[in-house]
């Protein structure tokens, strides 16, 4: 089976990096909205990414830098490496002070390998949300934009961290983005917060899950800085993740390229 070649390869997986070591899709009723100003917006967005046909080549990615867990009371960093492929397979390898951490998802299957060997498998619903969006986030408005049935929400011009941004919620895409693996009649949503003069994302916000699927009340939030061109296309090399309004996981890249030629096996054990 041929694997989208979309970019679309980390969302929030952050959030649930960060914790400390230790749905079935329903078509909505309602009528697709779809605001002429917020598909003019993504239609830029993709513009200043480096342009749809540059985004829609992406077939995987693969990048290196420095990770910074906070957790409760401690601090933790060190070099960490990430790869993506497609819509479904994400892999990072952290190297701390007590060993290696590695997150893996594919194919809706996951797991964390903690420095002690320890091994938490992940709930498909986990794997899909956490494992397939959002480091680089601009294949999810190619999706978007192509999909018909993706509700887009314009919500008008906002302050964000001192700046006007747009602020655009795209509804019902993660449904489809994870397999069908959420709770029945649940539609996830998310607000994609774009800089009003250079038109890209600085902040994608959305919710966390649970294990069963089941959309929770904690907020999650992912912002993206140090904007840098890689093969003509504009990427984010430093991403911050605020759980809840606390900053718990951050990533500053030195590296980012695509198209590596990357197989199943680097998303295995």
């Keep these: 089976m041929r694997r989208p070649s979309t970019a679309l390869a980390l969302t929030f997986f952050l959030a649930l990096l960060a914790a400390r070591p230790s749905a079935t899709q329903q078509t909505s009723a309602t009528a697709v909205q779809r605001d002429q100003q917020g598909l003019d917006v993504l239609a830029k967005v993709l513009i200043a990414a480096g342009g749809e046909r540059s985004i829609g080549s992406i077939k995987d990615f693969s990048g290196s830098g420095t990770i910074t867990y906070y957790w409760a009371g401690e601090t933790v960093q060190g070099p960490v490496t990430i790869k993506g492929r497609g819509t479904d397979q994400f ?3 952290a190297t701390l002070p007590s060993g290696i951490r590695t997150f893996v998802s ?4 996951g ?3 903690e ?3 320890s091994i938490t498998n992940l709930s ?6 956490f494992g397939n969006t959002l480091v680089f986030p601009f294949g999810q408005m190619l999706l978007a934009l192509a999909d018909a049935s993706t509700n887009i929400v314009y919500k008008g011009l906002v302050s964000h961290e001192g700046s006007q941004v747009h602020q655009i919620r795209v509804e019902g895409l993660q449904n489809k983005i994870t397999g069908s693996r959420m709770i029945a009649g649940q539609v996830h949503g998310q607000d994609f917060f774009v800089d009003a003069d250079t038109f890209l994302i600085v902040s994608v916000l959305g919710k966390a899950y649970s294990r069963d699927g089941a959309m929770n009340s904690c907020p999650v939030e992912v912002l993206f800085s140090d904007y840098r061109s890689s ?4 990427v984010p090399y430093s991403i911050r993740n605020v759980v809840d309004g606390q900053l718990s996981v951050a990533l500053q890249l030195d590296q ?4 590596n030629n990357l197989s199943d096996s680097d998303f295995q054990q």
């Design 91 to 93: 892999r990072l390898d």
């Design 106 to 109: 594919s194919g809706g299957v």
């Design 111 to 113: 797991y964390i390998r």
């Design 115 to 117: 420095p002690n060997g």
């Design 124 to 129: 498909s619903y986990q794997a899909g949300d």
């Design 231 to 234: 093969g003509g296309v504009m």
């Design 256 to 259: 980012f390229t695509f198209n």
